[in-house]
């Protein structure tokens, strides 16, 4: 008789409880990643994540270890106060383009110019996902959203931020990624770096984000696989993938 | 050949049809079955092909995708 072996299944680090997320949604594979690095890891019992506003606001019903929630943007706040708290714990923070980058940009610069020991995963999906896709300061140059009607227009909304290229001179901050979960090679690596952000912690090496080029297909109005391609051929085109800083 | 198969959970699946094409060997089609939430979720063909390269499962944000290696016994 032939035998037979599991070898690839959902991470144990994940609740029974289906993602709400919309379909091909980059929220849910980038919680699948960080779940299948946690279980690689061992370290279930010492994680505690700061879940932010927006869609993620429901991490805590996906991930099957300690999810605190933050008010919006300030996340990287909360983290700071749980980690110097508690050093032996592991602390990450899990923040969309609109909470880091907008309503959360002064904590964000002042957590990453303290170089606190933290690990930040920022979801960028160029635009506000949950309150019905309104333009973000990550969202692309003449990109319609809801209150960009006729396309991000520079001159009276500025350029799209680049967050990683803005705190790489800080001196707290050590190591900087940008990735993106188009196809299997890019979501491979988009694992390896998140697993160095994580490790860089868990070894005191100090603050490090990495950046995810993320789906957001209901209010992109594309279906996930032209969600992707656009992610490919316009996205990543702004703002290109791959390390900005590694002083680890 | 490595051979293979995978397991679909329907509670998970939104047909987001990704994995369908990450697939190398087309396994992998839109089914016809609604799942609670509403979903139209894929099936797998089962037609013998599945080498258990996981590409499909890497490729699942849901985590919807279990893969089995099958190992042929050997004969003496
Ligand atoms: C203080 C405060 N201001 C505004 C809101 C409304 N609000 C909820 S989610 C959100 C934006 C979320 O966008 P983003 O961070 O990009 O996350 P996404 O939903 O795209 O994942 C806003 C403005 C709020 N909840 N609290
Ligand atoms: S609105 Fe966008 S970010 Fe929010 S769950 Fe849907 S696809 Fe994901
Ligand atoms: S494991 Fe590979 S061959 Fe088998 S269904 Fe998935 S993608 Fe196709």
């Not at chain 1, 990109?143 to 680049?162: E, F, H, L, M, W």
């Not at chain 1, 050590?174 to 299997?184: M, S």
């Not at chain 1, 957001?216 to 390390?243: L, M, Q, R, T």
């Amino acid at each position: 008789m032939a035998k037979e072996r599991v070898i690839y299944k959902k991470p144990e680090s994940l609740t029974d409880v289906p993602f709400t997320y919309c379909w091909g949604c980059g929220h849910s594979m980038a919680h699948k990643l960080i779940a299948e690095i946690i279980d690689e890891l061992d370290m279930r019992e010492k994680v505690i994540a700061v879940a932010p506003v927006g869609c993620a606001v429901f991490a805590y019903d996906f991930w099957d270890f300690d999810v605190t929630e933050a008010a919006h943007g300030r996340a990287p706040v909360v983290a700071t106060a749980i980690k110097r708290v508690h050093p032996d714990k592991f602390v990450f923070c899990y923040q969309g383009d609109g909470d880091l980058a907008s309503i959360g940009m002064a904590e964000t610069i002042h957590t990453a110019n303290r170089g606190e020991n933290i690990s930040v995963i920022f979801i960028n999906n160029t635009n506000y996902g949950m309150t019905g896709g309104q333009m973000a300061p990550t969202s692309l140059i003449s990109q319609v959203t809801t209150t960009s009607p006729y396309g991000r227009d520079v001159k009276n909304a500025g350029y799209p931020i680049k967050m990683l290229e803005l705190l790489s001179p800080l001196q707290g901050v050590k190591y900087l990624e940008r990735v993106k979960l188009t196809d299997v090679p890019s979501i491979v690596k988009a694992k390896k770096a998140i697993k160095k952000a994580f490790v860089n912690q868990l070894t005191n090496v100090g603050f490090s984000m990495v950046e995810v080029l993320s789906a957001c297909p209901a209010n992109w109005k594309k279906d996930p696989v032209k969600a992707n391609k656009w992610i490919d051929e316009e996205v990543s085109e702004y703002f290109p993938v791959g390390k900005i800083k590694d002083i680890t | 050949m490595r051979k293979g198969r995978i397991k679909i959970d329907r509670n998970r699946c939104k047909g987001c049809m990704l994995c369908i094409d990450a697939c190398p060997k087309g396994e992998i089609k839109q089914g016809t079955a609604i799942n609670k939430a509403g979903y139209n979720v894929v099936e797998f063909r089962n037609n013998g092909e599945c080498n258990a390269c996981m590409l499909c499962a890497i490729s699942c944000p849901d985590a919807a995708i279990e893969v089995i290696e099958i190992i042929e016994d050997v004969k003496k």
